[in-house]
């Protein structure tokens, strides 16, 4: 009856307060910045191994063990999967096209500039890289932080706003150790990256899915890697 009683206690202060979805997210954020300053390990050991361990574990915990809720209620399911597939795919070619016209206006002229990654592994590994990436990154940041964010405030502003800047947010370390925008550059991805936030958790609050936003994520990361 006590734990009955406390976990009740829980999921209502859970409901009241969008505090502790920031406090979460400053663990996290604390967490990947010290791994990303401190350790230098391959491209596929963070997005297969670190990533995860970050990213995914703490949030199907909680949600699990915590929130004691299922795994839909942070966008995995399998309704709506085809109407979800073809949002994605068709906004995902059109974040590609603003990333070539983004490419165009910084160098006058379409120009290839692959990161390293794509020299070292080739386009069908970074694929896979990519797709690794996003379902990380959205099952954190839309599943999880959009859906708690809106739950609680009861605002869809709000929580497409915030969970974009934490999204953004999270971009700051990888940027400051390995890829090391500058300039233009570094201006077009912030902003290409907030507008990728703000469409994924708007596309995420109608289908109520990750599918959707993952497609568009690596639709998205791939432009990026080669044009970028």
């Known amino acids: 009856m006590k734990a009955k009683k406390e976990r009740t206690e829980t999921k209502s202060v859970l409901k009241k307060s969008t505090e502790w979805v920031f406090q979460f997210w400053a663990w996290q954020l604390l967490a990947w910045s010290l791994y990303r300053y401190f350790f230098k390990f391959s491209e596929a050991t963070d997005e297969f191994l ?5 990213f995914i574990v703490p949030v199907l915990w909680f949600v699990l063990k915590i929130e004691k809720r299922k795994l839909h209620s ?7 999967l085809l ?7 068709g906004f995902g070619l059109l974040f590609a096209g603003e990333a070539l016209l983004a490419n165009i206006f910084k160098y006058g002229s ?6 390293p990654s794509v020299m070292s592994y080739g386009i069908p590994m970074l694929f896979i ?13 839309r599943g999880f932080y959009f859906s708690r964010l809106y739950e609680t405030s009861k605002s869809l502003i709000h929580a497409v706003g915030m969970s974009t800047l934490l999204f953004v947010a999270f971009h700051v370390p990888i940027l400051l150790t390995s890829l090391k925008f500058q300039g233009p550059t570094l201006i077009l991805f912030f902003m290409t990256s907030f507008v990728l936030g703000l469409t994924n958790s708007l596309i995420y609050y109608r289908t109520k899915s990750l599918v959707a936003p993952i497609l568009i994520h690596l639709f998205w990361n791939m432009t990026v890697a080669v044009f970028l």
């Open 110 to 115: 379409l120009k290839l500039t692959p990161i």
């Open 129 to 141: 890289l990519s797709l690794v990436t996003a379902i990380s990154e959205e099952l954190l940041s």
């Open 83 to 89: 109407r979800s597939f073809f949002i994605g795919s």
């Open 74 to 80: 942070i966008g995995i399911t399998s309704k709506n």
């Open 50 to 54: 670190m990533k995860p361990l970050v």
